[in-house]
């Protein structure tokens, strides 16, 4: 394949994948009319996208607040005593998943981080009080790999997954307004 086809399957891989992030239900068709591409080919580029895991899934955003959820942040930061491999075996198989859902709690991601933070974990609860029993959790599970573990609940999310809020009018709450 020529250089400058790579280089334009690059960009349309790029279009595709804006359009996608704007809104992941968005047809095939849509997308095509939209970039001016067939149909055939949005089809192809996005199954490429999905093979390559450049796209890992698909997801629904929804108001946790109308299921009576909230959302939770955990910040930790690691000390220097190194992971076991029975640890880290029991992190990649997300053991600490079901045993949040045990606490009522449900982790929304997991991310590692290069910062002053190691590792952010945000998850739903149904009131503070779980939350607090799944920060326990972390604290107690990896207790001599955590130099600090902070909660932070959310107030308000404003965009989540490029999306904006939309009731971003009820922020005025939040500020006491």
């Known amino acids: 394949m020529p250089k400058q086809s790579k280089k334009n ?7 595709i994948l804006k359009e996608l992030s704007e ?5 095939p068709n849509a997308i095509a009319d939209k970039l001016g591409f067939s149909r055939q080919k949005v089809w ?14 698909y997801t629904t955003i929804s108001d946790q607040g109308k299921q009576g959820l909230k959302y939770y942040i955990l910040l930790i930061r690691r000390t220097n005593v190194p992971l076991s491999k029975q640890l880290a075996e029991k992190i990649i198989s997300r053991d600490v998943e079901k045993q949040m ?15 002053v933070y190691d590792w952010v974990i ?52 939040v500020f006491g307004l």
């Open 101 to 115: 859902e045990e606490l009522g709690s449900k982790m929304v991601s997991s991310i590692y981080t290069n910062g």
């Open 23 to 27: 809104d992941s239900t968005k047809s």
């Open 122 to 173: 945000i998850f739903t609860s149904n009131d503070t009080r779980g939350a607090n029993k799944t920060s326990e959790l972390f604290k107690n599970r990896y207790a001599k790999y955590l130099k600090e573990v902070i909660l932070l609940e959310e107030l308000f999310p404003c965009k989540i997954q490029n999306i904006l809020n939309p009731s971003v009018e009820d922020l005025t709450k």
């Open 9 to 15: 399957l690059k960009e349309d891989e790029q279009k």
């Open 44 to 57: 192809r580029i996005t199954k490429d996208l999905e093979e390559n895991y450049t796209i890992w899934g």
